[in-house]
């Protein structure tokens, strides 16, 4: 047989709420190192015409989420935690030249300005669209370090765009705990 604890509120010695409960089975978690904030998720509303061939800032505008207000969606269209930490981030861009094939796309991740990963695809045929993103674990200071991203998409003429459809070119992270 089991024993059963009921409270509404764990406190730690020092009388600062770590997790409260609303009675009805939903947990908030209070204390700032289990929370997995700040968090964010955006996507790109409408199709961005980029140039051919040269790596360009996704302006990827409208937020899903923002927890703490990190994430700049109207002129830099960075994600500039607040807290110290590790975090996972991740993001994709949906390519689409519309009279002419791909020859190859990138998707590029930077920090403070500076590229920090680059995820690259070449089509498999005659592709007139293509997804490329990917996903890593960033360190952030707390106070001045920024994440970004960047698409490159070429192909032999035509003007290319990051495309909008279905949310597909978007930009994500969040905070990871005990680590």
Do not use: W
Request: some cysteine.
């Amino acid at each position: 047989m089991g024993s059963i604890i009921k409270v509404n509120e764990y406190k730690d010695f020092g009388n600062n709420a770590i997790m409260t409960s609303d009675g009805a089975g939903v947990v908030t978690p209070n204390a700032t190192g289990i929370k997995n904030t700040p968090a964010f998720h955006a996507y790109l509303s409408s199709s961005q015409t980029v140039t051919d061939n040269t790596a360009t800032k996704a302006q990827i505008d409208t937020e899903i989420l923002d927890t703490d207000n990190c994430y700049d969606n109207s002129t830099n269209y960075r994600f500039t935690p607040t807290t110290a930490g590790k975090y996972f981030v991740y993001f994709a861009i949906a390519c689409e030249a519309d009279a002419n094939v791909i020859n190859d796309v990138s998707a590029y991740l930077y920090k403070n300005g500076v590229e920090y990963l680059e995820v690259r695809d070449n089509p498999v045929s005659s592709e007139r669209a293509m997804d490329v993103g990917g996903s890593n674990i960033v360190d952030f200071n707390g106070t001045t370090d920024y994440v970004e991203v960047f698409g490159r998409i070429n192909v032999d003429s035509d003007t290319p765009s990051f495309t909008s459809a279905t949310k597909s070119t978007y930009f994500g992270g969040y905070k990871l705990i005990g680590v």
